[in-house]
Each structure stands twice: as C-alpha cells, then as structure tokens.
C-alpha cells in the first residue's frame, strides 16, 4: 500500500469565498505550499509553513469550520502535491464540498462533485479547461482574452482585476460589458472588507 507523504502547507484558515461564483459564502480554506509558477503579479505566500497528514488537515478543517461544508484548496498550485488526492477523498468522506482553485497546468482526474476554478497564467492543461467548472482571467494591463476559447463555452468566464487596481477594474468593467454572454467581473470583495 502506497502512503502519501505528509502535506506541505502554508495556512489555515476560516473565511468567505471573495471570488467568483461562490463569492460571500463561508469556507474554510486549506493553503497548500508550493506552485510550478512564478508569476509576477502573484499576492499571495504559499511558503512551507508546516507539515501535515491528510487526516490531520480534515480534522483541523472540521474543528475550526464546525458545521461549514465548504472547503477551498487553494495555493499556490494545490495539486502539484501527490498527497492532495488523498486530501480531497478525506473531506469527502467528512462530508466536505470540496472546491479547487487551480492555474490549470497539472492534468489530474477528479471527482465529479469536486468544483474546480481555473486560472490560466502561462500555460494551461485541455483536459483541465474541459473538465472546470468556472474560469478565472486576471486582468493586468490588458485583458487575456487568448485563453478564453480554451473553455467550454457553458463555463462561466470571471475577469479579476489584478490588485482591484482602478485601471485594471475599467479593462475588465469595459470587456465584462462588451461580452455579457461569456463574461462576469470578479472583485476580490474580501480585500475590500479586511479579511484573509
């Protein structure tokens, strides 16, 4: 029987979703260490800062979560870590909405209850763009558009301004309502009102 190695995670926390389609909803989120980018505008530390089992994760998800059933694995890229399969199988058997916000670029089968954001940088996976369930473009400078015909055309396309910058929020205000079919802004409401 193969064993998983421990997690390498950066934090742990309760929160609300401040993004996308979920946004406002109460989740407890999970910060896997580690990314196979660099991307220059990137905000967030996903740096080792501690180790942990699958088993010890769900229990820490369940105690400071209570009765909160969703869970955002989030990075970092959360699935460059072998041992997150395992991860997402323990808090679906805790009876966990399990939620994944990935850049798309490592191909992983995942179950069908599983949502999964996807927000391409430099590369990204056709089997990863096939298979989310939301796509989120983050819009610096200029808006990129390149990557959206990659998605199916059901899957909702959310423009993020890159650090609410006012430039960046008219890009993305003037293409969410020049494409009002594809197209949703997403602000990160969560900065707005000082929360992680």
Known sequence: MIVNAPLQLAEIFYSVQGEGTFTGTPAVFV????????????DTDYSVKFFASSGEVVETVCRIGGECPMVVLTGGEPLVQRSALE?????????RRVHIESN???A????????LTVSPKERLSDS???????AKLIVDGRVPYEWVARFPENVPVFLQPEGNKPANVTLAYDAVKAHPQRMRLS???HKFIGVP
């Open 108 to 115: 992983v089968a995942l179950p069908d209850d599983v949502w």
């Open 87 to 95: 991860l997402i199988g323990g808090l679906r058997a805790a009876r």
């Open 128 to 134: 990863m763009a096939a298979r989310a369930n939301e």
């Open 104 to 106: 798309g670029t490592v």
């Open 187 to 189: 602000l990160q409401t």
């Open 31 to 42: 910060r896997l260490a580690g990314c196979n980018l660099s991307c220059a505008f990137c």
